[in-house]
C-alpha cells in the first residue's frame, strides 16, 4: 500500500540503499539502518507498517530484533520480513519459529521483494474491510458512533498472550498508545515499597486502558498485571492520533473514561473518609458482583483475597475476618476464591465494623 512505513535493517550498505530505492520508487516511506539496537529504538518510537530485516548487524543481530519487536505488545503486530543466505534453511525455522511473517533468500529479484512486501501489507488491509463489511451489514448502535472506529483499527492488530500474574507493562514505562483487554482480566495498580498493593481498577473483556497516560502523553501512572490469563491488543500512539484526527467523535469516548476515573477516585476517597471498613468491604462486592453479566454472575465475586483486599485498601487478613463474619450472618457463602452474595438486600444494610 503506498504511503506505508517500512524499516529496513541491514548491514551491508549496498543492499540496504537498493532495496531503500526500490521501495521509494513503488512510493512507500523507507526508513533504514545497519544497527539492531537503534532499529529497536526507532520500532519502539514510532512503528513503522513492516520490517525488512538481515540477520548480520551491529549492535543486536536480526534473531534479538525480532525477538525485542514480538516481545512488546504495542509491536507484535509489525510483520516482519527476514533477508538470509541461499541455502540457510536452519534460518528459515528458526526466523518462522520467533515470529517472522515471511523471509526472502539469495539473490532476489525487484519483483520477489515487492511482492513479500504488498502480499504482507495486503493482509492487515484486508483484516480491516472485513472488519468493516461486517460492521456496516448490522446495524450499529447508535452509542457505539465513539467507539466504532477505535474498533476498526484494532481489528487488524494481533492480540498478545499474557500468562496469570505476567506484567502488562509497569509504572514509569512510557507507553505507546491504548489497550484493549480481549479475553481475560487485568488489574491496574500502585505499589509501597513494602510491596503493599493498592488496585486503582480492574479490567475485564472489552474494556479498554491506558486512557489518562495517552490523554495526559506522560509515562504510566500504574503497573499492570494479568489477573488471569489474558489476550491484550494494543493500538499503538500514532493510529489512536490518527483516528482522533479523521473521527472527532472518538473524543466523547475519551472524555467520558476520563470522567468516569474522577468520579471513581472521588467516590473512593469519600469511603475512605467516611465508611467503616465493613462498609466499603460490602460496598465493593457488591459493586463487582453486578458487574456480572449474567444473573449467577451478577451474585458472584471471582478474585483473590489478596487482589480484593488491594481494590478496597485494606489488609488481607482484615478482609477474611470481615468476609467470616458476612458467612456466619449467612450474607454470603465462599466458594474457594469466589464469593457468592446469598442475600443482597442484607448485605447492602451492612453498616458497622465489629
Known amino acids: 500500500?503506498?504511503?506505508?512505513?517500512?524499516?529496513?535493517?541491514?548491514?551491508?550498505?549496498?543492499?540496504?540503499?537498493?532495496?531503500?530505492?526500490?521501495?521509494?520508487?513503488?512510493?512507500?516511506?523507507?526508513?533504514?539502518?545497519?544497527?539492531?539496537?537503534?532499529?529497536?529504538?526507532?520500532?519502539?518510537?514510532?512503528?513503522?507498517?513492516?520490517?525488512?530485516?538481515?540477520?548480520?548487524?551491529?549492535?543486536?543481530?536480526?534473531?534479538?530484533?525480532?525477538?525485542?519487536?514480538?516481545?512488546?505488545?504495542?509491536?507484535?503486530n509489525i510483520p516482519i520480513v527476514m533477508l538470509l543466505k541461499k541455502g540457510d534453511h536452519n534460518g528459515v525455522r528458526r526466523t518462522m519459529e520467533i515470529g517472522a511473517e515471511g523471509y526472502l533468500m539469495g539473490d532476489f529479484d525487484d519483483a520477489e521483494l515487492l511482492n513479500q512486501v504488498e502480499v504482507r501489507l495486503r493482509k492487515k488491509r484486508l483484516?480491516?474491510?472485513?472488519?468493516?463489511?461486517?460492521?456496516?451489514?448490522?446495524?450499529?448502535?447508535?452509542?457505539?458512533?465513539?467507539?466504532?472506529?477505535?474498533?476498526?483499527?484494532?481489528?487488524?492488530?494481533?492480540?498478545?498472550?499474557?500468562?496469570?500474574?505476567?506484567?502488562?507493562?509497569?509504572?514509569?514505562?512510557?507507553?505507546?498508545g491504548l489497550y484493549y483487554v480481549l479475553s481475560g482480566k487485568v488489574k491496574s495498580f500502585i505499589s509501597n515499597t513494602s510491596g503493599h498493593e493498592l488496585i486503582t481498577d480492574l479490567y475485564t473483556a472489552g474494556d479498554y486502558f491506558g486512557i489518562q497516560d495517552f490523554a495526559l502523553g506522560t509515562a504510566a501512572f500504574n503497573t499492570v498485571k494479568a489477573i488471569d490469563d489474558s489476550e491484550i491488543i494494543a493500538i499503538p500512539l500514532n493510529e489512536v492520533n490518527k483516528i482522533v484526527v479523521e473521527h472527532p467523535e472518538t473524543l466523547g469516548f475519551f472524555v467520558k473514561k476520563l470522567a468516569d476515573t474522577a468520579n471513581k477516585k472521588d467516590i473512593k476517597a469519600l469511603e475512605l473518609a467516611y465508611s467503616t471498613v465493613k462498609q466499603r468491604v460490602s460496598k465493593t462486592i457488591i459493586r463487582l458482583a453486578g458487574e456480572g453479566k449474567s444473573p449467577a454472575e451478577k451474585k458472584r465475586v471471582n478474585l483473590t483475597r489478596n487482589d480484593l483486599a488491594g481494590l478496597i485498601g485494606i489488609a488481607a487478613e482484615t478482609l477474611s475476618r470481615i468476609l467470616g463474619d458476612f458467612a456466619k450472618e449467612d450474607l454470603i457463602e465462599k466458594d474457594g476464591n469466589a464469593i457468592v452474595l446469598k442475600k443482597l438486600e442484607h448485605t447492602k444494610t451492612v453498616t458497622s465494623e465489629t
Open 1 to 76: 500500500m503506498e504511503g506505508s512505513k517500512i524499516l529496513i535493517i541491514l548491514k551491508d550498505s549496498e543492499t540496504r540503499s537498493k532495496i531503500s530505492d526500490i521501495l521509494r520508487i513503488s512510493k512507500y516511506v523507507v526508513e533504514s539502518t545497519d544497527n539492531g539496537k537503534t532499529a529497536i529504538e526507532i520500532v519502539r518510537g514510532h512503528p513503522p507498517d513492516l520490517i525488512i530485516c538481515g540477520i548480520d548487524l551491529y549492535g543486536v543481530d536480526g534473531y534479538g530484533v525480532l525477538r525485542m519487536v514480538n516481545k512488546f505488545i504495542d509491536t507484535a
Open 127 to 176: 483484516q480491516v474491510e472485513f472488519f468493516l463489511k461486517q460492521h456496516f451489514q448490522q446495524k450499529i448502535p447508535s452509542h457505539s458512533g465513539e467507539l466504532f472506529w477505535l474498533d476498526v483499527h484494532r481489528a487488524k492488530l494481533t492480540a498478545r498472550f499474557f500468562k496469570k500474574n505476567q506484567v502488562v507493562y509497569y509504572k514509569g514505562e512510557s507507553r505507546g
